[in-house]
C-alpha cells in the first residue's frame, strides 16, 4: 500500500466496545490516554479517535479514509459517504439502538401532532427538525449537551428526543416513549475517494470482513459430541448448522465424532436433547470469528 489508510475509531461510549471488536477480529488497537493516535499492529493502518458524533464529516472530508460511526450522526450531518458495512455492535447489547421521543409520564402529548409550537430538546437537532419539517409540524428544536431526559422532568422542555437501548433510563426518569424516529447501529464508512484507490479498499474490505465475521462469531457455539452408530440419524436431525455437521468415525469404535456450529441461545436446549438421544461427551467452544 503506497500510503496508510487513515481509520478513526469513535470516542466515548463505543470506544471500548470497537477495540475489543477489533481484538476479536485480529487487530490490538493501543490507547495511551495522552493520545488520539493509538497504535495498532498493522503497518498500513493509522488509527484516530475522534467522536462518533463528528466522524463522517472528517470521513466526507478526506481527513479520514475510513471509520466507525452510528448511522444516526451520518444522517445528523447529511454526509456523503459510502456504508461499507452495518455493525451492531454497543457497550450495552448486540440489537440496534433507537431515537425516541418520550415526554413526562403526566403530559397530555399522545402524538406528534400535539408538539405543534412545543419545545423538543435533543443532541440529534438536524435531523430531528427535518423529522418534523417532512411532516409539517412547527415546534423549536433545541441542543441538549447532555442529562437530556432531565430537561424534559424540569420543565426546560415539553418533549425531548433521545437514543435508547434498554429505555431504563428514560423510564427511570419518568418519562414514556410516544414515536420512534429512527433506528441506529454502528456502521464502517469510508471516503469516496478512498474507496476508488485500490489498495485502500482491499484494507477496507478486509477490516469489513473480519469485524462481520467476529459479530456473528459472538453469535455462534461450536458444539462437538460423540455419537453412536445407531442413534446417528436422530441426533443429527436434531442439529441446526450452517452446513451439514462434520461426521468422523473415532477409531475402532462404533462411535462417531460430531462436529458443528449452532446459535448460542439454542444451546441451552441443545444439549439436554442431544443427551436424551444418545449424544456423548458433548463439549461447547467458544468461536473468535465465523466467515
Avoid at 447489547?93 to 421521543?101: H, I, K, M, N, Q
Avoid at 429512527?182 to 469485524?211: C, F, Y
Wanted: charged residues 25%; proline residues 4%; aromatic residues 6%.
Amino acid at each position: 500500500m503506497s500510503t496508510k489508510l487513515k481509520l478513526g475509531i469513535p470516542k466515548g461510549s463505543l470506544q471500548e466496545a470497537t477495540i475489543a471488536l477489533f481484538k476479536r477480529s485480529g487487530w490490538s488497537i493501543n490507547v495511551n490516554s495522552r493520545s488520539y493516535f493509538p497504535e495498532i499492529n498493522d503497518d498500513f493502518i493509522e488509527c484516530a479517535i475522534c467522536r462518533a458524533q463528528e466522524m463522517s464529516r472528517y470521513v466526507e472530508s478526506g481527513t479520514l479514509d475510513a471509520g466507525l460511526t452510528g448511522k444516526d450522526w451520518i444522517a445528523e450531518n447529511s454526509s456523503d459517504v459510502h456504508v461499507v458495512a452495518d455493525l451492531v455492535y454497543s457497550k450495552v447489547s448486540a440489537r440496534p439502538a433507537r431515537w425516541v421521543l418520550a415526554v413526562p409520564y403526566d403530559s397530555p402529548i399522545k402524538r406528534l401532532e400535539d408538539l405543534a409550537g412545543k419545545k423538543i430538546a435533543t443532541e440529534l437537532v438536524e435531523y430531528t427538525r427535518r423529522y418534523f419539517g417532512e411532516r409539517n409540524i412547527e415546534v423549536k428544536i433545541e441542543f441538549s449537551w447532555g442529562a437530556t431526559e432531565a430537561k424534559a422532568v424540569s420543565g426546560l422542555a415539553d418533549a425531548i428526543v433521545e437514543v435508547t437501548e434498554t429505555e431504563s433510563t428514560i423510564k427511570a426518569h419518568g418519562l414514556r416513549i410516544i414515536h420512534e424516529l429512527m433506528q441506529t447501529n454502528t456502521q464502517l464508512i469510508v471516503n469516496h475517494g478512498s474507496w476508488k484507490d485500490a489498495d485502500k479498499r482491499r484494507k477496507i474490505e478486509q477490516i469489513a470482513l473480519l469485524l462481520k465475521g467476529a459479530l456473528l462469531g459472538e453469535k455462534m457455539s461450536g458444539l462437538k459430541m460423540n455419537v453412536p452408530e445407531e442413534r446417528m440419524e436422530e441426533v443429527i436431525g436434531l442439529l441446526p448448522s450452517l452446513k451439514a455437521p462434520t461426521v468422523a468415525p473415532l477409531y475402532r469404535s462404533k462411535f462417531f465424532s460430531v462436529e458443528t456450529v449452532v446459535s448460542r441461545e439454542t444451546v441451552r436446549e441443545l444439549i439436554p436433547r442431544l443427551l436424551m438421544h444418545g449424544a456423548e461427551g458433548i463439549i461447547e467452544y467458544p468461536l473468535n470469528k465465523v466467515v
